[in-house]
């Protein structure tokens, strides 16, 4: 044991940072894990008593005998009999000798304490006791005061030991030994060696020995430990001269003073040589690791005491570096992560969650490198990143290594896959897909280190993994999740060489997992009168408006003033100190898992990211408004906009004798909606899909060979990274559909098929080359007129084996079909029969087949048409306008449209009658309902099954229908 006459504290800790887990972490059962520390701790102390025996005696009581330089200790012997009676089952045990002129630190270093050594548990605030019941020299009661007891006999220290040993020899072995090491192996290590070796560190050895039967490869490597950082700090005083430097107040309001400080100690710490215990275990370490090859490319990350915890991630606070070659190289990588502690990032992050500088300690994990520079690599995430729905796994990938993605500097492919249906064994569990343009990639540089280089045509319009790859990489998430109970943020390699996938990093996820799913807030834009600016991927869901500060270095840091929007090529953590006092943020580059994208989450700030020229768009001072609550896209606007924020608590709703369902076309806005409390989807509309995502008539698809090149280029454009255009047609639609299906899961969602008019399917892309001219558009070639008509039929099948294809290779056995504007008995036999031929028959594989009633039709032949239907789903908006017989488009008759109006009351309850007396679905999704709580009330007295409400009227129609509410 090393013995420095610096003024450190010894402590041992044992620390399970992921209570979840109970493993043994390689030890021979259970019960070793938990006692594991506690012994190493009696181990470790005997030594060290045994270093320090000629100095001190000690009684059973504590009383000190004798002084010299190495001041008093309680006994081992006490320590050790202690242990019987203290609580072993905490999920935290401190053990800390200090000694005023000689010690040896384990764990956290701090100032000089008095000279007596205590043991705690934390677990139910238990004292450990330390009676005399292990002395050789006494036989009276461990509580009697007057026993003096003596440790100072080498067969009696033995003996004490040899007891202990009995519990398990190798669990004493291998915790005595890792908390006394400088260099430990990631496969020796575990979630409880958080203390040891740091958050990142402990979970990629949890993840080696605990996963490795559940396929979650994790590259092979080795840790430096905290106490091999805190030696290395005590030298020279200089860990006592950086708490002095931080504890100045104004470093933390002055980002200039901030600056200087944090250079100051970084400068210190790389002037200072390891000791040398520190580097022969990185070299003996590195050797086997590597055989000695000086060509072999390691990976060296930090990892923090206080990192990666649930209620904090610490994302990209310290550095990484790549692609380090050589045990030069390493150990002066090494040097730099320890400095990177004092990142002005890492200081101020720390500070302002209250974190005390002194108590969080580094370790560098080195890793052995995934050949990722000629493959790709990204960040998951085990659940939504926006709206914290837990039923995803949320993936980001770019090609080469994956700093590009975590740092920012690309937009990368994002892919969502379904957990429910990935554990049915689905064919297809990815519910969405963006590509991303991905113009850089970041490659090994001659002679070490990383590079960044531009991508090519063919790697920018194409995905960086296969779905094949997305789908084991959700498989993985899944497992890591469950075995650590909580939901996490990955970072990934694939290996460009053997095309096999790594797992490179795990920690909590540490916002929206924390967010309050019974609280609802929400911010709308009230004033749409600005010009839209830029637009790019949004970060959280809020808005919010200032004047831009154009930033192009952290150097200029400084010049930004609070309440700013700040503008930037991209950010990263380094920007930390001032992104915390932004109104909001917006990058040029960027996804939605960079660094700067998880803090402006974490700190609740919008930020639009990606959006490639805001900062040739915004200048220094415009003022503006930026709008995240929108969906997947976020947009500046010009003119500081009003907006509102509303928060409505969804915990204890009362009872109301109606089904609730949601109004939702829009696939980007699901997972927040689908949160909302709800019994499905009533009304999903293809045509959001079709108009917004796709934007393509399906007809021009169909003839693409024979249009205009110009059209087919733009066609190729906005289809590619699919097989061709059709299929991006089908799939867009299926995974739009399948989005909308997930969210609710396995609530039903009823998808209505298109019901486009001429004159909006003219305004798709090629539109106008198929598409007639109509007098009147609303009562004329829409439908399920559509559907069987030679025109149109093609395209129809299109949208059925989009249909098709979510149900049966997607496994969204929840999603059922509506046909709209059912003219006649005629067109509902056709419709069938066309659904029939296309694989999607009703009643076989419980699929359900509704018809929208929206006609006087189908008010007269009710009865008629559930002959061909299993229910009905009504649109009163339609309802009202042919019962009334007016435009509802036209403002001149507007003032005569209601839902309310007695004829069409009388149709509706003609409608929900029939319905309940064949024994089928009636439900209503019109506009009504959400517009006036009264008609809501009406609806439910006359035994609808169910309202469809937009999803801003659920809570104020939910509460008008319960008891709390009235029925004016």
Excluded at 71 to 100: E, I, N, Q
Excluded at 444 to 466: A, D, F, P, Q
Excluded at 570 to 581: A, V
């Amino acid at each position: 044991m090393s013995m420095r006459g610096a003024p450190l504290s010894t402590r041992f800790y044992s620390h399970n940072r992921f209570s979840s887990s109970r493993r043994s972490c390689g030890l021979a059962s259970s019960a070793c894990c938990k006692l594991a520390s506690l012994l190493a701790v009696a181990v470790a102390m005997a030594a060290c008593y045994s270093a320090m025996e000629p100095h001190f005696h000690q009684t059973a009581s504590g009383a000190k005998i004798g002084s010299g330089a190495a001041g008093s200790l309680l006994a081992a012997g006490s320590l050790l009999g202690g242990m019987s009676t203290g609580r072993l089952g905490g999920s935290a045990s401190v053990f800390r000798v200090s000694h005023k002129h000689a010690a040896t630190s384990f764990g956290h270093t701090s100032a000089p304490l008095s000279t007596v050594l205590t043991a705690s548990s934390r677990a139910g605030g238990a004292l450990v006791r330390a009676p005399a019941s292990l002395s050789s020299s006494s036989s009276s009661s461990s509580s009697s005061k007057s026993s003096s007891s003596s440790f100072s006999s080498s067969s009696s220290r033995q003996n004490a030991l040899r007891k202990l040993r009995g519990q398990s020899a190798t669990a004493v072995e291998v915790e005595t030994k890792k908390a006394t090491a400088m260099c430990i192996p990631l496969d020796e290590l575990c979630n409880k060696d958080v203390e040891l070796v740091g958050g990142k560190s402990a979970s990629l050895g949890e993840m080696i020995s605990g996963l490795a039967s559940a396929s979650v490869p994790v590259p092979g490597g080795f840790s430096t430990t905290a106490l091999a950082y805190r030696q290395f700090l005590a030298q020279d005083g200089l860990a006592d001269e950086i708490d002095q430097l931080l504890q100045d107040p104004e470093i933390y309001e002055n980002v200039a003073k901030l600056q200087k400080v944090g250079k100051q100690i970084r400068e210190k710490i790389l002037d200072i040589p390891f000791q040398a215990e520190l580097e022969q275990a990185m070299l003996m370490e590195w050797e086997k690791v590597s055989g000695g090859d000086e060509n072999v490319a390691f990976a060296v990350r930090s990892s923090a005491t206080a990192e990666d915890l649930p209620d904090a991630s610490f994302a990209g606070q310290q550095e990484t570096y790549l692609n380090v070659r050589g045990k030069e190289e390493l150990f002066i990588k090494v040097k730099e992560v320890f400095a990177s502690l004092f990142t002005d990032r890492a200081i101020s992050y720390r500070h302002d969650r209250d974190f005390d500088h002194n108590k969080v300690a580094l370790a560098a994990t080195i890793q052995k490198m995934v050949r990722s520079e000629t493959g790709s690599s990204g960040v998951m995430f085990s659940l939504d990143t926006e709206t914290g729905f837990r039923d995803v796994v949320f993936i980001t990938s770019a090609w080469g290594l994956g700093e590009t993605v975590v740092g920012g500097t690309v937009n990368p492919d994002e892919f969502y896959a379904f957990k429910p249906t990935l554990a049915k064994g689905s064919r297809n569990p990815i519910v969405g897909r963006n590509l991303g343009s991905k113009k850089l990639k970041m490659v090994y540089s001659e002679g070490g280190g990383s590079e960044l280089v531009e991508t090519s045509e063919s790697e920018r319009e194409h995905w960086s993994i296969s779905d094949d790859d997305v789908t084991q990489l959700a498989e993985m998430a899944v497992e890591i999740e469950k075995h650590y109970g909580f939901p996490v943020d990955i970072e990934w390699a694939k290996d460009g060489d053997t095309g096999k996938l790594y797992i490179v990093q795990a920690r909590p996820e540490t916002v929206a997992s924390r967010r309050k799913t019974s609280v609802k807030e929400e911010f709308k834009l009230l004033d749409r009168s600005g010009d839209e600016l830029v637009s790019g991927r949004a970060v959280g869901n809020k808005i919010g408006k200032g004047t831009v500060r154009t930033l192009s270095s952290v150097e200029q840091m400084a010049e930004f003033k609070e309440g700013e929007v700040l503008v930037a090529d991209m950010t990263d953590p380094d920007w930390e100190p001032i992104m915390k006092k932004a109104a909001a943020i917006v990058t040029n580059r960027g996804g939605r898992t960079c660094h700067a994208a998880i803090i402006a989450r974490e700190l609740g700030i919008p930020a639009v990211v990606g959006s490639g020229d805001a900062t040739e768009r915004l200048s220094d001072g415009d003022e503006v408004t930026v709008v995240c609550s929108e969906g997947d896209t976020g947009t500046v606007y010009k003119g500081e906009l009003d907006f509102e924020r509303t928060v409505e608590d969804l915990s204890n709703l009362p009872d109301i004798p109606v089904k609730i369902m949601l109004n939702l076309a829009n696939p980007s806005r699901a997972f927040e909606y689908g949160q909302l409390p709800n019994a499905g989807i009533g009304l999903a509309r293809l045509e959001f899909v079709i108009n917004n995502v796709i934007g393509i008539h399906p007809k021009a698809l169909l003839s693409f060979d024979k249009l205009p090149e110009e059209l087919r280029n733009k066609i190729l454009d906005r289809s590619k990274g699919y097989a061709d255009p059709v299929s991006f047609y089908v799939d867009k639609i299926a995974e739009g559909t399948a989005q909308l299906a997930a969210s609710v899961y396995p609530r039903r969602i009823i998808v209505r098929l298109s019901d486009f008019k001429s004159n909006e399917y003219k305004s798709l892309l090629g539109g106008p080359l198929f598409e007639p001219d109509e007098e009147n558009p609303m009562i004329g070639f829409r439908g399920a007129g559509r559907y069987a008509d030679p025109a149109f039929r093609e395209c129809f099948e299109l949208e059925l084996m989009a249909m098709k294809k979510v149900r049966d290779e997607m496994g969204f056995d929840n999603v059922e079909l509506m046909i709209p504007f059912v003219r006649t008995l005629d067109m509902a036999r056709e419709v069938n029969d066309i659904l029939k031929e296309n694989g999607l028959e009703r009643g076989t594989n419980g699929l359900k087949v509704q018809m929208m009633a929206e006609l006087p039709s189908n008010v007269f032949m009710a009865d008629e048409f559930l002959d061909y239907f299993d229910g009905f789903s009504i649109g009163s908006n339609d309802l009202t306008q042919l019962t009334l017989g007016l435009d509802r488009d036209s403002g001149l008759v507007a003032k005569h449209f209601d839902e309310r109006d007695p004829a069409v009351k009388k149709a509706l309850s003609h409608i929900i009658k029939t319905a309940k007396a064949r024994g089928k679905y009636v439900g209503i999704c019109g506009q009504g309902p959400s517009d006036f709580p009264d008609f809501a009330k009406w609806l439910s007295d006359q035994g609808i099954d169910s309202l469809s409400l937009n999803p801003d009227s659920v809570i104020p129609t939910w509460m008008h229908l319960s008891d709390k509410g009235g029925d004016s």
